[in-house]
């Protein structure tokens, strides 16, 4: 092979790089273009919708509750207030309310600041009783209406002394308070001489 053809060769070589370098180049620069990441990726998930808030329904008319449906059941210490009534005293002034108004007691004592009330308007008959503690502090006897004995010796159960009405025993901080009145049926008690009579043999 002779210089002349040597030549040309070498040229032809330097043609064929130069046109073979910015075609590279091109596909480089396309084949990137391709790979660019656009906005809303395939690859990312869309976050779930969120569920619609559930609101609680609401009836037009609620169920009502009385505010005062047993008045006088023993057992509503709401207010701390023992009406005597409400465990059987009559007051009429000749029924027997000993119990009533010892059962209103037990209730009461074991309940700070209870007040047992005797209502006004009535007359509660209460033969020979013992009111004892100890209690609960803030024991209140509220007495609006008439306290009274049975009337006279011989009216008096046999079974009560005879020596004592009504005793308040082992109390601490108790109150005794109304506008009522405490009647002690005294009168025939008083004609009763001091000692017995004698009697004189014939």
């Known amino acids: 092979?002779?210089?002349?053809?040597?030549?040309?060769?070498?040229?032809?070589?330097?043609?064929?790089?130069?046109?073979?370098?910015?075609?590279?180049?091109?596909?480089?620069?396309?084949?990137?273009?391709?790979?660019?990441?656009?906005k809303g990726s395939p690859f990312i998930d869309e976050a779930p919708a969120p569920a619609p808030a559930l609101v609680p329904s609401t009836s037009a008319d609620p169920p009502s509750i009385p505010s005062d449906?047993?008045?006088?059941?023993?057992?509503d210490t709401s207010d701390?207030?023992?009406?005597?009534?409400?465990?059987?005293?009559?007051?009429?002034?000749?029924?027997?309310?000993t119990a009533a108004f010892r059962e209103a007691w037990k209730a009461a004592c074991s309940v700070e600041s209870a007040t047992i009330l005797v209502p006004s308007d009535k007359i509660f008959t209460i033969t020979s009783t013992i009111f004892?503690?100890?209690?609960?502090?803030g024991l209140?006897?509220?007495?609006?209406?008439?306290?009274?004995?049975?009337?006279?010796?011989?009216?008096?159960p046999k079974a009560d002394s005879r020596k004592q009405w009504l005793v308040f025993y082992r109390l601490d901080d108790m109150k005794l308070t109304g506008n009522g009145t405490i009647e002690g049926n005294g009168h025939e008690w008083w004609e009763l001489p001091c000692k017995p009579h004698k009697v004189i043999k014939i």
């Open 1 to 38: 092979m002779d210089l002349a053809h040597v030549c040309f060769f070498i040229w032809i070589l330097a043609i064929l790089t130069f046109y073979q370098h910015p075609i590279n180049v091109n596909a480089r620069y396309h084949y990137h273009k391709k790979q660019q990441k656009t």
């Open 69 to 75: 449906p047993y008045p006088t059941d023993p057992g």
């Open 80 to 97: 701390c207030i023992f009406d005597v009534t409400a465990y059987g005293a009559v007051g009429d002034g000749s029924s027997d309310d």
């Open 132 to 137: 004892s503690g100890p209690c609960k502090p």
């Open 140 to 156: 209140v006897l509220q007495v609006n209406g008439v306290l009274m004995p049975p009337k006279g010796p011989d009216c008096w």
